[in-house]
């Protein structure tokens, strides 16, 4: 490791060596090239011989895993990957292979969770920060913000997940963790984890400036103090009339703008039509709709969670918090990712006997 100030005193006869990168593990190989006798002089042959004899020069220590510990990785493997004890045991039943019992799982996640608590406090801060800085100076300690909440099962549910999503960088600031013991009735659990959010921003000195939800009347009234309350909007149908459009809106400046729903013709259905959009609330609320925002990356994360919490399964009040932390923490390390794959419908697929 070269400092700056190493660098600066090197002379310009000196060289830095500086390593290079170890190369990509991952190359394709089909399976019938390994019986042909060419195999070792082909490309991606010489590529695994670059990558072995890269790991042979920066790892130096001899990669034998003491005892005990193969049951640990497994154990670390089944937690992290959100997989249920019951697939689990199916899994090494069909395959023939050792299984863990119960007691030794019990106690590996008992001290397992808090590692879990740990990594998740990390990455929220993370987030936090990331997410105040975001915004211009003149605007620093202040954010906005998207939040819902999941319940734990489809119908009077135990647990809730109130979530907080910021808006810029879509990763997750906070993920309270309501139960019946903070609360009898469910319905007001999202109430209780947005005042339990308010209060962690507090505590970090973070002000939240425009909160966008879906439209919970007791979130309204909690947060219409304090933020601009902005629900998620909703879209209708169109009967090319654009007197009262927005000078900036596609239907003012293009000609051949055609709308992307069915034109009303009908004047009972117009008539119809009219009822509906009269007692809707966007219209009897519209100053809870001026900004345009939605809550897709809220929407989001509860189907990420679902890897971790199925809804058919009641969980225990640890496994469940849990399971919470780790979907937080694999949605701020994958959120908004540049994709690594392109799918190519078109292409023909070859099956290999």
């Given at each position: 490791m070269w400092s700056s100030q190493e660098v600066g005193n090197a002379s310009d006869e000196q060289s830095i060596h500086v390593p290079d990168p170890i190369p990509s593990t991952h190359v394709k190989v089909r399976k019938k090239m390994l019986t042909k006798k060419t195999?070792?002089?082909?490309?991606?042959?010489?590529?695994?011989?670059?990558?072995v004899e890269a790991h042979s020069r920066n790892c130096k220590h001899n990669l034998i895993i003491g005892n005990g510990q193969q049951e640990d990785i497994v154990q670390h493997g089944l937690i992290c990957s959100g997989m249920l004890p019951s697939h689990y045991t199916k899994f090494v039943d069909g395959a023939g292979i050792g299984k863990i019992n119960k007691e030794k799982r019990n106690k590996f996640f008992n001290s397992y969770e808090n590692h879990i608590q740990t990594e998740y406090h990390k990455s929220t801060t993370t987030a936090l920060l990331e997410e105040s800085a975001s915004y211009y100076d003149d605007k620093f300690g202040e954010i906005d913000s998207l939040t819902d909440a999941r319940h734990g099962w489809r119908k009077n549910a135990k647990y809730a997940s109130i979530v907080a999503i910021g808006e810029k960088t879509h990763k997750v600031l906070s993920c309270q963790h309501v139960t019946k013991d903070d609360e009898v009735v469910s319905q007001r659990h999202e109430r209780v984890g947005?005042?339990?959010?308010?209060?962690?921003?507090?505590?970090k000195e973070v002000a939240v400036v425009v909160h966008c939800h879906d439209?919970?009347?007791?979130?309204?009234?909690?947060?219409r103090e304090e933020t601009d309350a902005i629900n998620q909007t909703i879209h209708g149908i169109v009967l090319k009339q654009h007197l009262s459009c927005d000078p900036s809106s596609r239907c003012k400046y293009d000609k051949n703008?055609?709308?992307s729903r069915i034109v009303l013709t009908d004047p009972l259905a117009e008539k119809l039509l009219?009822?509906?959009?009269?007692?809707?609330?966007?219209?009897?609320?519209?100053?809870?709709?001026?900004?345009g925002k939605d809550t897709f990356y809220v929407e989001s994360?509860?189907?990420?969670?679902?890897?971790?919490q199925d809804k058919c399964i009641a969980f225990g009040d640890k496994q469940y918090n849990a399971r919470s932390n780790l979907a937080v923490c694999q949605w701020n390390e994958t959120v908004d990712r540049d994709f690594t794959s392109i799918s190519n419908p078109r292409k023909l697929r070859t099956l290999e006997v």
């Amino acid at each position: 490791m070269w400092s700056s100030q190493e660098v600066g005193n090197a002379s310009d006869e000196q060289s830095i060596h500086v390593p290079d990168p170890i190369p990509s593990t991952h190359v394709k190989v089909r399976k019938k090239m390994l019986t042909k006798k060419t195999f070792k002089k082909a490309k991606d042959s010489l590529k695994r011989y670059k990558v072995v004899e890269a790991h042979s020069r920066n790892c130096k220590h001899n990669l034998i895993i003491g005892n005990g510990q193969q049951e640990d990785i497994v154990q670390h493997g089944l937690i992290c990957s959100g997989m249920l004890p019951s697939h689990y045991t199916k899994f090494v039943d069909g395959a023939g292979i050792g299984k863990i019992n119960k007691e030794k799982r019990n106690k590996f996640f008992n001290s397992y969770e808090n590692h879990i608590q740990t990594e998740y406090h990390k990455s929220t801060t993370t987030a936090l920060l990331e997410e105040s800085a975001s915004y211009y100076d003149d605007k620093f300690g202040e954010i906005d913000s998207l939040t819902d909440a999941r319940h734990g099962w489809r119908k009077n549910a135990k647990y809730a997940s109130i979530v907080a999503i910021g808006e810029k960088t879509h990763k997750v600031l906070s993920c309270q963790h309501v139960t019946k013991d903070d609360e009898v009735v469910s319905q007001r659990h999202e109430r209780v984890g947005t005042d339990r959010v308010y209060t962690y921003l507090a505590e970090k000195e973070v002000a939240v400036v425009v909160h966008c939800h879906d439209r919970n009347l007791s979130i309204n009234k909690y947060i219409r103090e304090e933020t601009d309350a902005i629900n998620q909007t909703i879209h209708g149908i169109v009967l090319k009339q654009h007197l009262s459009c927005d000078p900036s809106s596609r239907c003012k400046y293009d000609k051949n703008y055609e709308p992307s729903r069915i034109v009303l013709t009908d004047p009972l259905a117009e008539k119809l039509l009219l009822g509906v959009l009269l007692n809707s609330n966007i219209f009897k609320y519209p100053q809870d709709y001026v900004l345009g925002k939605d809550t897709f990356y809220v929407e989001s994360f509860n189907n990420v969670i679902n890897i971790y919490q199925d809804k058919c399964i009641a969980f225990g009040d640890k496994q469940y918090n849990a399971r919470s932390n780790l979907a937080v923490c694999q949605w701020n390390e994958t959120v908004d990712r540049d994709f690594t794959s392109i799918s190519n419908p078109r292409k023909l697929r070859t099956l290999e006997v």
